[in-house]
């Protein structure tokens, strides 16, 4: 398979907007990005912010915000946009992915509060102190071939590229490690690089903590924000998920991307429904 | 002074709002919630977070998104409240703040994305491996009386009882520690017990963390997302506030508040505009 580019993958074209009108854009939501009938959380975000980028004056995604407000499924939606405020450096626009039953009636799926600006504009200066995850090379993480028949793949994962840490991937086995983290590099299977509408993906593409944790239930995300902090550099980026707070019911997810310079990319929290078991 | 209570209160007092018509509320913000002329953030956050709890039929504010426009100056203004959706469990809601210019304009202050529950309705299942902040007892942290000349007092800071650890309070006499993070016992003044709206005022009420990292300036908030967790059981709370990602810019500060009986009642994170010195 030849390397895709961005624009012209899997991705981009599975992702495509068509413009109906203003802030309006239409989309055909593909079977290959759901999981068990219900199209990923993180390939809709990205949907999302690749259509306040189309709408707002600036490019990029610095903050954005999702509720997930019913399960999106495969086939036509429409996306609104709406810009809140333009300003010199930042820009915040709204957005809602909508669906319409065969009787015509509308359902809201997402709505979506986000900030942009211009990641090529900001300063070089950097004085994190985080620390990239400790965790195998690619090589030595695991891919889709580990994986037996007792967890059948999803539709999407033919599309992605995620090496799970084998210190967190003891539950694909029947033995979850216990606690909440989980851990993988991540790329598109396509060979497709990584920018910021990627990266809205991939902070919500790995397996839930809870399944380390020995929960195999479903873990439907009720509001997930990201922050876009830096272009990814080339290569697949590293993703670590810690979970520290499963209590009453909910749980967040925390997740870090760091890039093949060692760069934190991104950062996510997300609030979820715990599962039942 | 008497003890404050939940409804008879300053905090309660200063973010009344008054009905105008469905889904508009007015309010009068006093000058003693502000920061050098400016409302601050946290206390704006708790009344925008007052305004969904009157509109939603879910009383408490689980997750919480606000964009930061504009800044909102002590005097008039006004919130609108939207439904986005309503379900059994959880409803999501819409809000902004607006204020009107003396030739009758208007600016949006902040627009906000939320989605409300019932905290008295969550199973008592904890499966929390976080941990408390270590740091002392509230006693042996440093309060209002050992601020010094040289860091004038904001207005709001009346009206809060904020503790700083030692540790962290290197910044108020010249010698800040380095490392990105502030620690505090938080109360409010006149004793009023916490709940929800109280704890959307304090992920935002400390000092910046950019303070123990040896800047001075300004951090305005882009945005901020705070997950309300449980109750807070009676007495003062622990804030721990942490940046690992200061970049390019920008930074994020993460928040974790945690109550007298060392449950987690509280997760936030904001990206702000990291101070030029």
């Known amino acids: 398979m030849a390397q895709a580019t961005i624009g012209d993958s899997?991705?981009?074209?599975?992702?495509?907007?068509?413009?109906r009108a203003?802030?309006?854009?239409?989309?055909?939501?593909?079977?290959?990005?759901?999981?068990?009938g219900?199209?990923?959380?993180?390939?809709?975000?990205?949907?999302?912010?690749?259509?306040?980028?189309?709408?707002?004056?600036?490019?990029?995604?610095?903050?954005?915000t999702a509720h997930y407000l019913s399960v999106t499924r495969p086939g036509p939606a429409a996306i609104r946009t709406e810009t809140v405020r333009t300003g010199r450096a930042l820009s915040t626009g709204q957005a809602s992915l909508v669906q319409t039953a065969a009787d015509?009636?509308?359902?809201?799926?997402?709505?979506?509060?986000?900030?942009?600006?211009?990641?090529?504009?900001?300063?070089?200066?950097?004085r994190t102190t985080a620390k990239p995850p400790a965790m195998p090379p690619y090589e030595q993480?695991?891919?889709?071939?580990?994986?037996?028949?007792?967890?059948?793949?999803?539709?999407?994962?033919?599309?992605?590229?995620?090496?799970?840490?084998?210190?967190?991937?003891?539950?694909?086995?029947?033995?979850?490690?216990?606690?909440?983290?989980?851990?993988?590099?991540?790329?598109?299977?396509?060979?497709?690089?990584l920018d910021p509408l990627a990266l809205l993906l991939a902070v919500d593409a790995l397996p839930p903590t809870t399944f380390e944790l020995g929960m195999t239930g479903w873990v439907p995300t009720v509001e997930l924000t990201a922050?876009?902090?830096?272009?990814?550099a080339p290569g697949p980026v590293r993703i670590a998920v810690t979970t520290r707070n499963l209590a009453g019911g909910y749980l967040e997810e925390d997740a870090e991307v760091w890039d093949s310079e060692d760069r934190l990319v991104a950062q996510s929290r997300q609030l979820a429904v715990a599962p039942r078991h």
Do not use: Q
């Open 22 to 36: 203003p802030g309006v854009h239409d989309v055909r939501l593909p079977e290959g990005w759901s999981i068990g």
């Open 38 to 64: 219900a199209v990923n959380g993180g390939y809709l975000l990205a949907l999302l912010g690749r259509g306040l980028g189309a709408h707002l004056p600036h490019p990029d995604p610095f903050t954005v």
């Open 10 to 19: 899997e991705f981009d074209r599975d992702s495509a907007l068509t413009l």
């Open 141 to 193: 993480c695991l891919g889709k071939e580990h994986n037996d028949a007792s967890h059948p793949l999803a539709e999407i994962a033919a599309r992605l590229d995620i090496r799970l840490d084998p210190a967190t991937a003891g539950w694909a086995v029947g033995r979850p490690g216990g606690r909440g983290e989980m851990r993988a590099w991540f790329g598109l299977a396509d060979g497709r690089p």
């Open 104 to 126: 015509g009636s509308e359902t809201e799926r997402i709505r979506v509060l986000a900030t942009y600006g211009d990641l090529g504009a900001l300063s070089d200066d950097v």
């Open 227 to 232: 922050h876009i902090r830096c272009r990814p």
